[in-house]
């Protein structure tokens, strides 16, 4: 007798624009998701750690780290959007409109917003939005995605798994700092609003050496389903390193977090994520450094401001080494560069901070 | 002076059939335990993951997941049972019959059932059943299982170890199924009862590479003694590997959660699990991939029904690969094999899940 | 443009005797936190794991567990005091004065009670006391340590990192028992107060290999901040071992929860730890082993009795071959020797339990 092998995402032509896939995740977040989160990833922004310092600003307890619900929402996905993907290509406008919890059930769903095949025509370039939503559809987390799929059709995806929903808002239309936040409490560390200048460049000295069981919990925790991830014998014939790869939403959490000491022990919320890509892939024993140029202040009539960063990641050389050796050009649009691209770059994006004034 | 050192786990000679061991351990669970869990076994089964999915079905909030309630209740007793154990043989009529929750506080006590000498005479069969009840008495988990023990009397075990208790109920007095449970819900993954026809294979398509500190993390977490599985001193003279070996309960474990996203999605309750034994070892690196045959199918009146399945697990080659050089022999029971025994298989097991109907 | 490098912690010069700095790190602890400690420690001491066990005991919960407090309030003062260290260098003194629970949001002030330059005039040691304490100004561990510190001053570490507190209480003036406990319950595990004698030796039997991951999610999990433990880049040029080197503080709990099987089933609390060093590294892949002798027992008119202890830690081989070959040596103090040195010693510290008497 033949078997069945059910196999989960897409391939280019299993991508319809304007259909809205509902996936089947379903997660109650418990403290323990927020520990081993924590367990990982040494962030000081005191609003995601301390129900005091939480509540002092307004919210009913600590809110579920934002990184943690972009893991979420694009882990959730995985199963039907990218579970056959080549790469991860982009991070586009992502917002973090309200506050999750511990106790929280979240589901995710996906519309598809573009379908582009190369002018090779074996892959292409899908473009997606997802939300992900609490029990009382609440939006914790919406951004779009772009994402490399290879060419065909994917026989062996079971009938079952094509459940569709609502479509998708527009992300645009969230806002970007829950409803209940107002300014409170007082970070331990880092500077106010006041003390960023535009231009100015951190490099950010402690780094993070990957373990191999570190990010495989990590990445089954948060429901990512992509065997390049933990399946050695798939990554021995699929990965392009011929190893198991970093998830990259848990790449861009470590770099994230090794510059928090730095800059948000007064940030609020995490206003937004945008034009972010992985340049290149990180596996376990990788070490990560982190670096950030502020690009942006808007001070808002109150001394508090928003503060937009270019944060950038390398990986097994400290941050201050790669900006002796590439100055300002660490900073530059990776994808778009025609020369002397920065092999040790791991991810970049453009993150904009909600930063308290002094008290 | 002379040190003294305690050895927990008995020698043959140290068991009397009928005897009553009353296991120390008395853990709380907890959220966190719910979440390393999770983190280590991608498990698509929506009852035990969500909150709303569980409510629906009648019960107060998420159940533990069998799969930890039965690692709770072997670990658990390894301390006075098989501590000193050459191996696990034998998974024999496990039942679920309440569900627990987190904060439940568990404690486990095993019933001595059985002790046959080999006519080698340095060792033994031990057979016992075990259960596993939260505080306010009700069995979340109850199970027997054989173990081989050496030959001899531990003389290093301490007086104060040897705690008795009353008799474990015969396994077969329980009910299947917790009495709240009922049709609800409905999962995003995976069939309906009426969607398993009897002889179909299923070759579940992606695997996982077991790290080392996420093996020994879980073993610890459900309070696993045996030093097989963490102590590499010991396992230099004392493993047949000269190595740290992965606890059986959870290659189980990651085997059975290989399998969830295609037959789990609308699974309601693991009914049991028989017949199961692990003819080869795991270490840390190994890569695990499941198949599963459908023995039976029994239709409910109300549409929803029992789905009896061969669950097998291989190491280090996809599921596919086995079952194309293997063929059906591949989910023959291992141990009463003559010849070609299968060296890549690492557990088998039947179970039996209660799934819906479509709705 | 140049860029910022903040640094943390502080060189010799940094110090001023008498100064107060209040650590930034604010932190709800949850049922993750003490369930990714219970999955590295297999601690057998009821209380801290049996919500039944502690409420029988008259505390309201389960305590979190001593050794969890002590690495949560020296891991917060890292970034203040020991970010720059050389090394740590003593434990003195430490108590648990109140219990702690699931739920406490906890933070850590450190007072400096000394500053001695070497001779040699390029390092130094520090004498801080540190007390952590949650929101409700319950003071959950006190102790006083030593670190070895370079000379200078540290010209990037910010400004607004420097924030000063109130002075710390000496920690004798605590008590060393949270006011509610009172003797109950019955642990299965260990010896009742008067089952010990003074001069005993126990040499515990199983080891536990510490993995790569683990030891790194338990740094981040109770934020320790110092590069060694977890940043392969820094340590190729920092380490004396040139590779990350565990945290102390996990050695010093790996190796108290490995005597627990034999020693504290009926432990009620920890009274205190002093006279603690390490006086080797341990590296991921190394095995620990414990061995433990009686130094005191104090028995309480009601039949309970407090049981001091020396614990020590050695790696790579038994405790049972290392008592075999020193002896008695194995406790005597490490670093006040003069010759034959034990060079698998990796933690030596006097311990004072609160052992129940029989019932």
Request: glycine share 10%; proline share 4%.
């Amino acid at each position: 007798m033949s078997a069945t092998e059910s196999r989960y995402g897409r391939l280019l032509s299993d991508f319809e624009v304007g259909a809205t896939y509902e996936h089947p995740w379903e997660v109650t977040v418990d403290g323990g998701t927020v520990a081993l989160f924590q367990a990982s990833f040494l962030d000081a922004t005191p609003i995601y750690a301390s129900a005091v310092m939480a509540k002092s600003c307004g919210l009913q307890d600590r809110p579920l780290h934002p990184l943690l619900c972009l893991n979420l929402g694009l882990s959730f996905s995985v199963h039907d959007v990218s579970e056959q993907a080549i790469a991860h290509l982009a991070y586009i406008d992502v917002r973090f409109p309200e506050a999750g919890y511990v106790g929280d059930t979240v589901r995710a769903r996906s519309t598809v917003l573009g379908v582009k095949p190369a002018s090779s025509g074996d892959k292409g370039v899908v473009h997606v939005r997802t939300i992900l939503e609490n029990e009382r559809g609440a939006v914790l987390c919406a951004f779009e995605r772009k994402a490399l799929i290879r060419a065909g059709k994917l026989a062996e995806r079971p009938a079952w798994a094509n459940a569709s929903g609502a479509d998708t808002p527009d992300v645009k239309q969230f806002p970007s700092v829950p409803k209940a936040l107002r300014d409170g409490g007082k970070g331990g560390f880092g500077p106010y609003a006041n003390d960023f200048a535009v231009g100015q460049v951190f490099t950010h000295a402690i780094g993070k050496t990957i373990g191999e069981s570190e990010h495989m919990q990590l990445t089954a925790l948060v429901r990512n389903s992509h065997p390049l991830h933990f399946d050695e014998v798939y990554c021995k014939d699929n990965s392009f390193t011929k190893q198991r790869v970093v998830y990259g939403g848990l790449v861009l959490s470590w770099v994230a977090t090794l510059a928090s000491r730095d800059l948000c022990g007064n940030a609020l919320w995490e206003l937004g994520l945008d034009a972010g890509a992985h340049p290149n892939g990180v596996v376990g024993g990788d070490t990560l450094y982190a670096a950030s140029k502020v690009l942006d202040v808007k001070p808002h009539a109150n001394g508090s401001g928003e503060v937009t960063l270019r944060l950038v990641g390398v990986k097994n050389k400290t941050s201050a080494q790669a900006f002796a050796e590439h100055g300002e050009a660490l900073f530059a649009d990776e994808l778009s560069k025609k020369e002397t691209k920065i092999k040790e770059k791991v991810v970049e994006i453009t993150r904009t901070i909600y930063v308290r004034k002094k008290p």
